[in-house]
Nanobody, 114 residues
Framework: VQLQASGGGLVQAGGSLRVSCVASGMNFRINSMGWYRQVPGKQRELVAI???????NYTISVKGRFTISRDNAKRTVYLQMSSLKPDDTAVYYC?????????WGRGTLVTVSS
């Protein structure tokens, strides 16, 4: 299983950015996919998750600002981020659990300037 994240970058507070994660090596359609983020010195935290059926959940700090979605044909999960805040600055990782093993992408850095 490989997860390749992309789309990070520098954005001003209040702006928007979309990160993507392409999965390979598994049956993407049947797997839940998640986005996590981590800042230096802190634990990695769950940002959003989407089930195989499209149900979503978000951490409270991003509700109403972030949207997770998936395109099964492209084996891709997206995280659309809007109204970004400096506190959203982090490395964003996509992940999935496949046959009892948790897999992580390499991460993509999102920096929000004030």
């Amino acid at each position: 299983v490989q997860l390749q994240a992309s789309g990070g970058g520098l954005v001003q507070a209040g702006g928007s950015l979309r990160v993507s994660c392409v999965a390979s090596g598994m049956n993407f359609r049947i797997n839940s996919m998640g986005w996590y983020r981590q800042v230096p010195g802190k634990q990695r935290e769950l940002v959003a998750i989407i089930s195989s059926g499209g149900s979503t959940n978000y951490t409270i700090s991003v509700k109403g600002r972030f949207t997770i979605s998936r395109d099964n044909a492209k084996r891709t999960v997206y995280l659309q981020m809007s109204s970004l805040k400096p506190d959203d600055t982090a490395v964003y990782y996509c992940n999935t659990d496949h046959r009892g093993v948790r897999y992580w992408g390499r991460g993509t850095l999102v920096t929000v300037s004030s």
